[in-house]
């Protein structure tokens, strides 16, 4: 992920209500002028497909940039015949084999399914049964399901191919991303636990274990548990309370068929349908996704190429065109994402309003149940059984006094339109060493100026150093200020600091169009720079409590 939009996930760990994660355009610049370092296939198989917005399929536009799928842009997604590998095992479960488990199925875990579900039901005992257990593990898993597009016979769509003919590129990237899908790894399981009362005969459980193997995997005429033998298993069984806990990962959504068996007889037929399941074109767990870039696409590099004909350096042109149009692109998911925020934050305020009414009843109505906001409870979202993570209606409505939706509204709009340079510049006078949130003041004007980068913000935020201090010279510099006052905050530097407008989003992306998007040089746009240079704010409070979940609600009485 690139580092200028790290911002847009954040580990859900604590209570807070407000996070400011910096975008430096240091990780912009580095994205936008390496093309080399973009240009080449790659394979995303980390956490960035836990956080993935949408669902990965071929052909799917991907934006790297807000770690989100776009839409597909093919007329038709035609790739070669997939492979599979496939595996199955049943195998006694002891502390060898668990403590040699992540390291010899590292492969096979796939996210830590398979882990998951050994620790949960392996460790310790369920309820008042404190009898020792012996247990067998029965897995199938089709991995390495390689589902790959292939272009010569997947055209671009007659829509796709009139955008790039008429050069409009922005509206190409944007509604596509900068890749595309071009193969899918993905992974199935099917995990049946088999557990049972241990006795003090080893010799016994060791033939009951026998006869479970023996009749889940015999093959042919000869193999096949006598009637005496199934007579025993079932007689066994029921002694040693034999219990079958199953889970099945990724399995296709195919004819219904009964995926949890009531006997060791129909244990078979239930791993064979679900073996049919995960053999499905549509099965799976994503692990891994392979995306290439549109510009190395045949048909969208020729349609490109085509308009740039008799237009100078072909390659030049490219680069341009690919890192302004990243930058609209940008802007436009800054803003739709600014936007999401406000309607989720709005939603979340009126639903409390509506359901958990905490004014004095007369002046609502006199008929109107009250919540006590100190004593009714929400459930944080992220770890619902948490107590500690529990909140009450009060913090909830304290959280939206201080951060109200509508705020988040007048932010996106400068953002786009632009402001001056800052609505709160400091009030006194500031030099080196200070150190207060009148310097955060000052630090945010400069940043918004472009005199000071964020990455030098972040590492003294709030401390008027020697980064605050050149950039502050260099500001005075630029408005003509006289040299005694380079180097302090005045009065005569915040009168020359008001009266400057900051350009908005808005006129970057009209001077990109205006110079066009092949021959444009955002470095050189100072909106541009400004639009890149920005703070996105993550409310984990937003992100974690809604839509509220009551743990208990208490009403209020009042004295009529």
């Not at 492979?83 to 195998?91: A, G, H």
């Not at 605050?468 to 380079?486: I, M, N």
Request: charged share 25%; hydrophobic share 35%; glycine share 6%.
């Amino acid at each position: 992920m690139p580092l200028w939009f790290a911002g847009y996930f954040v580990n859900r760990r604590s209570i807070a209500s407000s996070l400011r994660i910096p975008l430096g355009i240091a990780g912009v610049l580095l994205f936008l002028v390496s093309p080399s370092l973009q240009a080449a296939p790659r394979v995303i198989q980390d956490n960035r497909l836990t956080h993935l917005v949408g669902t990965p399929t071929l052909g799917r536009g991907y934006s790297q940039n807000s770690n989100q799928l776009k839409s597909v842009c093919f007329e038709k997604v035609a790739g070669g015949r997939p492979t599979l590998d496939f595996e199955f095992e049943i195998e006694e479960i002891d502390q060898r084999f668990l403590g040699s488990l992540l390291e010899r199925d590292s492969s096979r875990l796939k996210g830590q399914h398979f882990d998951e579900f050994l620790r949960k039901h392996i460790e310790g005992t369920d309820g008042a049964d404190q009898r020792p257990k012996r247990s067998l593990i029965a897995h199938v898993t089709v991995d390495s399901y390689y589902k790959y597009l292939d272009e010569t016979i997947s055209p671009l769509s007659p829509h796709v191919r009139r955008l790039l003919k008429d050069k409009r590129y922005a509206t190409f990237f944007s509604s596509c991303g900068f890749f595309y899908i071009r193969s899918v790894r993905t992974f199935s399981s099917y995990i049946a636990l088999l557990r049972f009362d241990k006795t003090s005969d080893k010799k016994g459980d060791d033939v009951f274990i026998n006869l479970i193997k023996q009749g889940v995997l015999s093959f042919g005429a000869n193999s096949e548990l006598s009637a005496d033998q199934q007579e025993k298993l079932i007689e066994e069984s029921e002694s040693r309370n034999l219990q079958v806990l199953t889970v099945g990962i990724g399995l296709s959504k195919g004819k219904f068929v009964n995926l949890v068996p009531v006997s060791i007889s129909q244990f078979r037929s239930t791993i064979q349908s679900a073996v049919g399941l995960m053999q499905d074109e549509h099965a799976g767990v994503v692990t891994s996704i392979e995306i290439a870039p549109w510009i190395e696409n045949p048909e969208v590099d020729m349609l490109i190429g085509e308009g740039f004909e008799n237009d100078g350096d072909s390659f030049s042109r490219l680069h341009h065109l690919e890192s302004n149009a990243q930058i609209i692109s940008y802007i436009s998911e800054y803003r739709d994402y600014r936007l999401d925020q406000f309607y989720s934050a709005r939603l979340c305020l009126e639903h409390l309003n509506t359901n958990y009414p905490a004014l004095d009843p007369k002046v609502l109505a006199r008929n109107e149940r009250v919540v006590d906001p100190k004593r009714t409870m929400f459930r944080n979202l992220a770890a619902p059984n948490n107590k500690d993570l529990f909140v009450s209606l009060e913090a909830f409505r304290e959280h939206f006094e201080r951060f109200p939706p509508n705020h988040i509204i007048e932010e996106n709009r400068r953002y786009l339109k632009g402001s001056k340079a800052n609505d709160l510049l400091p009030q006194v006078v500031l030099k080196r060493g200070a150190k207060s949130s009148q310097v955060v003041r000052l630090q945010d004007a400069l940043v918004r100026l472009g005199f000071m980068s964020k990455e030098d913000q972040v590492l003294g935020r709030g401390f008027f150093g020697p980064r605050t201090e050149r950039s502050l010279v260099a500001f005075q510099k630029s408005v003509g200020l006289k040299k005694a006052h380079w180097g302090t905050f005045n009065d005569s530097t915040r009168t020359a600091m008001d009266s400057i407008k900051v350009s908005g989003a808005y006129t970057c992306i009209e001077k990109l169009h205006s110079a066009g998007l092949a021959r444009a040089e955002f470095s050189e746009i100072p909106s541009c720079k400004n639009a890149l240079n920005v703070t996105v704010s993550v409310d984990r409070f937003l992100n974690e409590y809604c839509l509220p979940t009551p743990v208990q609600v208490h009403y209020r009485k009042f004295d009529w």
